[in-house]
């Protein structure tokens, strides 16, 4: 900021500084951003717009740090199963829906396709990973519990990367 001649609330120093911590050229980046939006609107910055501003750079920054393996195993320690148990050919219930979970999170998070998540997976058909995205997708709209279950395992995956 003092190189830029640009002054900021720590609040929102804080908010970026915790947010973009790869490097320096992230961090830098997310700066220039919101110097060139306040300064082209001629506003004065607030953490609700650096939050809107930034939020696509936060979730590229995050999801460049996340893989397969994060997810697979962030599922697996919510549900409490062995990976090879979530990874394997059981069809039992209590493993099929973390699969289908997992196969989501790899569709939504990362935006893996479907041929890869099924080769993720065990093998899988490219069809099993669709279906599951779909299901998923559809009964988190339905059920607060689904919802609140994968709320709670990206909470798993981006605080432990």
């Given at each position: 900021c003092k190189e830029k001649n640009?002054?900021?609330?720590p609040e929102i120093t804080y908010f970026v500084a915790n947010n973009v911590q790869n490097n320096i050229r992230e961090l830098e980046g997310a700066l220039n951003r919101l110097i060139a939006y306040h300064e082209f609107n001629n506003s004065k910055p607030t953490i609700d717009t650096t939050k809107n501003i930034l939020n696509s750079v936060l979730t590229s920054i995050k999801s460049k740090s996340i893989t397969c393996k994060n997810i697979v195993d962030a599922v697996s320690s919510y549900y409490s199963i062995a990976v090879k148990d979530l990874l394997g050919e059981c069809r039992k219930k209590e493993l099929v829906f973390p699969r289908q979970i997992t196969m989501y999170l790899l569709r939504k998070e990362l935006n893996t396709s479907y041929p890869?998540?099924?080769s993720e997976l065990?093998?899988?058909?490219h069809t099993t990973a669709m279906h599951a995205y779909n299901k998923i997708d559809r009964e988190q709209g339905e059920s607060?519990?689904?919802k609140q279950d994968i709320e709670s395992i990206k909470h798993l995956l981006y605080n432990n990367c």
């Open positions: 640009y002054s900021l609330d890869s998540i099924g065990g093998g899988r058909d607060d519990k689904i």
